[in-house]
């Protein structure tokens, strides 16, 4: 029997070097699991032998299965299915096809490359095709990608988490008791039945409780979603084994989704939690890891994880999302993040100990690959996620929008087409309602209060632009963007509408507009010189943008040399402080911004030309 406080004394341990792991995470901006299991490997029995989780196996199962199931909870918890308008389609196929991909890929590279059993292989390729939502949130927050390439990330994080554990325990039951043909469609059905079921009552039995109008405490609500996690995975599990992930999945999503008013309470409940448990659970596996089972592995084992990230992986993306919208740079983009975390590492050490228990050879390697898989991709997405992010441009303007209203959701539209990162707040629920319909994020709250403004990301917006129809209701905003989070004035735009308050916004140095105005010079100058200014009439039909000459195949000629569409214009070119004019002889250099005019599609097919 283990001396309780030896227990307490571990527990101690491991919190000192969670924190030691986040502050070496924050000064070397790499995910802290990273250093958590660096931690495990020097604290276990392979180098200090402080921690040996041998002595304590038996309650090691039931301490990783509860801590997955918050853990994977509070991946649903961040996901709002609102907010996912158009992403969907792309993230079912990924959790489906991708996964179905991802796992013949590796099942059969490992048969190929490693010296274990096919059933191992097969085990190996199920639990990989979990990518980790623990890792992949911090790396989409820190490096603020689009907001669909980073939902989708999220998304198919914690959905394949789900499908990854019912996969493994269809294979583990093939392994162990040979299942399969009609059975093993009957387990996954079975598994699915009773994860979806479970978690989508929990979740609705909790939004009533949280809706009903009862007053309680932020504690009493933190409790209360903290035994309902437990229960959840709990009755999943013994309804039907290895379901109470997808439950606590969908659970957790649920919550996510719905509105009330402890919501924020238990996110930040939530996630304390996490942090706890994330280290408790890598630097507790780290310490199991056994050098010898890496060196079995050998340079095949690296073969095959380098393998898995740039052909298996895109194969997957690139299949998955073959009609999807999405540019190529950020399918690849999402190709590139796809980093194991910790479902994958425990689940794996769970069947490992299952394995060795029934006296079937491949259990420990089955550790070690997945260790060693797991160390690579997080080391690599999480050290050049950032740098592969801007080489392929899927880093677009935080763009904060004041009014949901018709010029407000217009806007939004088109900014959000152009790929940019587009945020609406309104009052209104209708405004938001509406904006939410277009697939556009939206916070709904006064942006008068700095909370609601905080809320929808104003810290890391490069633009706040006021549309509501006041006047006073704009300055104030702008003001508020000036004085509290040190906006300059041409990072402020707002709509005017009476064309007498116009001073008093440039006076502040505050970029407006008036739309009376601005449409009385546009008519003016359509009448005689119609040709330019029919370009011009873009709001629907047409766009104004500017592009960045990066095309070699451009670089190095004149403007009348290369071949843009019809309807099609370069109006201005800035070279440094330079602008200029464009017109046929100028000879276009690398780094040129052009202002491009066009009509329907041609303008994004010249800015296509421009820019590769």
Known sequence: MVDPIFLLGLVVAVLVMSLVAQALSRYFQIPFIIFLLIEGIIAGPEVLNLLNPAIYIQGLSAIVA?????????????????????????????????????????????????????????LFGALITATGPTVIGPIVRNIQVCHKVGKILELEGVLNDAASVILAAMVFEWVAAELSGTDAVVFILYRLGIGLFTGGLSGLSLRWFFTRGTVISKQTARLVTLTSVFAC????????????????????????????????????????????????????????????????????????????????????????MWNSKLRTNEKLFISFVGPR?????????????????????????????????????????????????????????????????????????????????????????????????????????????VNVLKKAG????????????????????????????????DQLVARVNDI?????????????????????????????????????????????????VTNPKVVGKAVKEIHFPEKSLLVMVQRGNESIIAHGSLVLEYGDIVTVIGEGDSGKQAADILHK
């Open 341 to 449: 975390g910790v479902v994958p590492t425990s689940v794996a050490t769970y069947f490992a100990i299952k394995l060795d228990a029934m006296g079937i050879y491949g259990g420990q390697t089955l550790v070690g690959l997945v260790f060693l898989t797991v160390i690579i991709t997080v080391l690599l997405t999480g050290g050049l996620s950032k740098r592969v992010a801007q080489i392929l441009e899927v880093i677009p303007m935080e763009i904060l929008i004041i009014g949901g209203g018709k010029v407000g959701r217009i806007l939004a539209e088109r900014f959000d087409r152009r790929g940019e990162n587009v945020v609406v707040v309104d009052i209104s629920e209708e405004n938001c309602k509406k904006c939410m319909e277009l697939g556009i994020r939206t916070v709904q709250g006064d942006a008068g209060d």
């Open 66 to 122: 509860i801590s997955v199931a918050v853990i994977v909870f509070d991946g649903g918890l961040h996901i709002d299915l609102k907010h996912l308008r158009g992403v969907q389609e792309s993230v079912m196929k990924l959790t489906t096809i991708g996964v179905l991909i991802t796992f013949l890929g590796i099942t059969v590279l490992t048969s190929i490359l490693i010296d274990v059993p096919l059933q191992i292989a097969a």
């Open 233 to 320: 995975f709990v009755l999943s599990e013994f309804l039907g084994n290895e379901s109470g992930i997808l439950a606590v999945a969908v659970f957790g999503i649920i919550i996510g989704t719905s509105e009330f008013p402890y919501k924020e309470t238990i996110k930040e409940f939530k996630g304390d939690i996490v942090t706890v448990m994330l280290s408790l659970i890598f630097i507790l596996l780290a310490a199991m890891l056994r050098f010898e089972d890496i060196q079995r592995i050998g340079v095949g084992g690296i073969v095959l994880v380098l393998l898995m990230i740039v052909l298996v992986r895109p194969i997957a993306v690139f299949v998955s």
């Open 500 to 548: 007498e308050n116009l001073q008093a916004f440039w006076d502040l140095g505050i970029r407006a507009m008036s739309p009376a105005m601005t449409t009385a010079v546009v008519i003016d100058n359509m009448i005689g010189r119609p040709h330019l200014f029919s370009m011009c009439e873009v709001g629907g039909g047409g766009d104004i943008m500017e592009v960045k």
């Open 458 to 489: 104003i810290e890391n917006a490069k633009y706040v632009v006021a549309t509501t129809n006041k006047d006073n209701t704009n300055l104030l905003f702008c003001q508020i963007a000036k004085a509290s989070f040190g906006f300059r004035g």
